[in-house]
């Protein structure tokens, strides 16, 4: 069955350091989505993106942050200079349409950040 | 965005039925009723969705109020692997908005 996939698992920083967070969506899916999750806290929606720039993005999602579709098959979120409040659990998920009855977002493992 | 309100916690024992209740007074008209779910260290995972009419898939059914105010997920035989927290969400059919989550239904599957 077709999956997203995020690298790395974990990574951990220094604080102030810049961190490239990578997802491959599935392949046939045209909406790429990150979320974070601070732990014991809610799933949060940060940003979304279609057609090679961002469709949504929530007010987490300020100038430190930036995401890239390099290539045709990575979906890439950057974080600059980071903070220990960026440390979270940062998931990827794509779907093949916005809405309706194909809209279902598929959700990767997750990248676990931790910020010193 | 509409909200949905979903009990903290729910306990089964495993092999009967679950039945996950959620709110949704304010929904509108083109509002679609999405169930996703998050096992322990684990992304979120789809679920089933519906829009008026009850929906079965191999995961579970989504039984939908004939006024759309309140839907109900069931789990026909409650696994350990179903111990998860279930998330109720509204979203426009149009997709134009984000899947937003809230705090879920705490569900511990008891063997």
Request: proline share 4%; net charge negative; hydrophobic share 30%.
């Amino acid at each position: 069955e077709p999956e997203v996939t995020q690298t790395p698992s974990h990574q951990v920083t220094q604080m102030g350091q810049e961190v490239i967070l990578r997802c491959v969506p599935i392949s046939n899916h045209l909406y790429f989505y990150w979320y974070r999750q601070i732990l014991g806290q809610k799933v949060e929606f940060l940003v979304s993106f279609y057609n090679n720039e961002i469709s949504e993005k929530s007010e987490i999602f300020d100038d430190q942050f930036s995401v890239e579709r390099p290539d045709g098959s990575n979906f890439t979120l950057k974080i600059r200079s980071t903070k220990l409040e960026d440390s979270a659990m940062y998931f990827c998920a794509s779907s093949e349409s916005a809405g309706g009855n194909t809209g279902e977002l598929f959700f990767g493992e997750g990248s676990r950040l931790t910020v010193l | 965005d509409a909200k949905t309100t979903q009990p903290n916690s729910m306990e089964s024992n495993e092999e009967e039925p679950v039945h996950l209740p959620c709110n949704h007074s304010t929904i509108s008209g083109t509002d679609y009723i999405h169930w996703y779910r998050q096992l322990p260290s684990q992304g979120p995972e789809y679920v089933i969705h519906g829009l008026t009419s009850n929906v079965n898939n191999r995961m579970a059914s989504l039984a939908i109020a004939e006024d759309r105010k309140s839907s109900t997920l069931i789990l026909h035989r409650a696994t350990l692997r179903d111990a998860a927290v279930y998330y109720c969400i509204l979203r426009d059919r149009s997709g134009n908005t984000p899947l937003v989550f809230g705090k879920g239904t705490r569900l511990s599957v008891i063997a």
